[in-house]
């Protein structure tokens, strides 16, 4: 006999989701979104039910609900019967794992906090921008490392990296086709209501290609959405709603779908500060609100959980992270997000990464399945024992403990003699030093003839004039 599962009870019901979803189709077919580009509003406008007011764009209910039908996610195999950590969104600053000091991001640590994450088996995107490399070579250069060193990131549903302009997108696609990974591309929603223009272009060129394609929008709750973290979230879904029924329209020759990454995302903002917070009270109950939206769209869940607002692996890195990872596994989340990230993601820090991975387990031994039973309750253990005696030397203890005992790599349970044996460090020093072995001993690389192609296509890059100057255009 098993004990029951402990669950989160609350949040919003049936009925206060069926009326966000109903106010967000009638804002999709009366408001309309703004669509940036002609070719794909001309193509559009060849479907009845589309009304177009020059780049504005109105969808009729039933396009919606079609859309909402006809999409589709393919999640991994892992990501259905296991813990999930995405470790990845490709940060410009990190802590330096020598001088712990902060610094921009380079080409070597791209590789090594790769090595770092495939360690840990997260998946997701790359982990950072190598900022010593061109421009218009980081992205390309962020899939072959992912391609090379890991067997996750870049090809999964988790993965949310961007491609912009036609030229990249053409060598990551050629990349992913070299190595068999998955290829997508992504339109961001400029929230309020606007398509990235950029991204518009990409997808144009990719359709009739056989290209997935997803659709995400961030909308920040008094900046570029109403100010109540209700209103943001449903801004987001009638954003969300909006931008799959465009895609189900002109993106024929494939499935399209919600990025589970940022499915109705809705961001608290600061206004003593002027940033937006993860890792706040107020994201970790939007973060409530988004899995329920998510559940009752069959959308897979993932929880931007291991974000925070911390600068450094502190504890309140720690402790916004562990509560919102808590809080979100108990609403029956098993997909995290961000793992590694401090200041709202604009730092990368490898010894988040090892909390992060030591957070998600400290949980999972309180999430985990419990026999109850005889061998459970010990009935004649307790008989055997009498006062003055021990349990320490008997056999159950020795041949149990460790199932009953989950044994930290990181938040060890020294005492205070012990930890001033072993150098008396500090969680950052030992998340360190566990980094660094990780590294040091990553084994994995990509099949030898894979990792030549991986080359070859990258080293055409570099030389292609074009792609170089298709980044001048980007705005």
């Not at 030591?358 to 309750?377: A, C, D, S, V």
Request: hydrophobic share 40%.
């Amino acid at each position: 006999m098993k004990i029951d599962d402990f669950t989160l009870g609350g949040g919003l019901t049936k009925e206060q989701i069926e009326r966000i979803h109903r106010t967000a189709v009638s804002l999709v077919e009366e408001v309309g979104i703004k669509i940036p580009h002609e070719g794909i509003v001309k193509l559009l406008s060849n479907y009845d039910g589309v009304v177009i007011e020059k780049d504005t764009v109105k969808f009729k209910s039933d396009l919606v609900e079609k859309a909402l039908r006809e999409s589709r996610y393919d999640v991994p195999d892992y990501g259905k019967d296991a813990w999930v950590i995405d470790a990845g969104a490709h940060q410009t600053s990190c802590y330096d794992l020598d001088t712990m000091k902060l610094r921009q991001t380079t080409a070597r640590d791209l590789v090594d906090l790769t090595k770092l994450g495939d360690a840990f088996g997260t998946v997701g995107s790359a982990p950072v921008v190598p900022l010593d490399v061109p421009a218009h070579l980081q992205i390309i250069l962020m899939h072959k490392v992912s391609f090379d060193y890991s067997r996750y990131r870049c090809n999964d549903i988790y993965e949310h990296m961007d491609k912009p302009t036609p030229e990249c997108a053409d060598y990551v696609r050629e990349m992913a086709q070299a190595a068999g990974k998955r290829f997508t591309f992504g339109i961001w929603i400029i929230s309020p209501r606007t398509f990235d223009r950029n991204a518009l272009k990409v997808a144009y060129h990719l359709l009739g290609k056989g290209v997935p394609m997803w659709v995400s929008t961030m909308p920040v709750a008094g900046v570029s959405a109403p100010i109540t973290m209700l209103s943001a979230l449903l801004q987001s879904a009638f954003e969300h709603l909006a931008g799959l029924t465009m895609l189900n329209l002109i993106n024929t020759k494939s499935f399209n779908y919600i990025a589970p990454d940022d499915a109705f995302e809705a961001d608290p903002f600061d206004m003593k500060y002027t940033t937006f917070v993860y890792g706040s009270a107020e994201y970790t109950r939007t973060t409530l609100h988004k899995v329920a939206l998510c559940n009752h769209y069959g959308i897979p869940t993932i929880a931007k959980a291991l974000n925070t607002a911390g600068k450094e692996p502190d504890a309140q890195a720690a402790f916004e992270v562990g509560a919102h990872a808590l809080i979100a596994a108990l609403a029956g989340v098993r997909a995290f997000r961000t793992g590694g990230m401090l200041s709202c993601c604009e730092i990368y820090s490898a010894e988040m990464v090892v909390m992060a991975d030591e957070i998600l387990n400290y949980i999972k031994t309180i999430l985990r399945e419990e026999e109850y039973g005889p061998e459970q309750l010990m009935v004649e253990e307790i008989k055997a024992v009498g006062p003055g005696q021990s349990y320490i030397g008997r056999k159950s203890t020795f041949e149990m403990f460790r199932k009953e005992y989950w044994e930290p790599s990181l938040f060890t349970h020294s005492n205070l003699g012990q930890w001033q044996e072993m150098g008396s460090k500090s969680i950052w020093m030992y998340a360190n030093g566990i980094a660094r072995k990780k590294i040091r001993e990553h084994a994995y690389r990509c099949a030898p003839e894979v990792s030549r192609e991986l080359e070859r296509i990258y080293a055409r890059a570099k030389d292609d004039a074009k792609l170089e100057e298709s980044f001048k255009f980007v705005k």
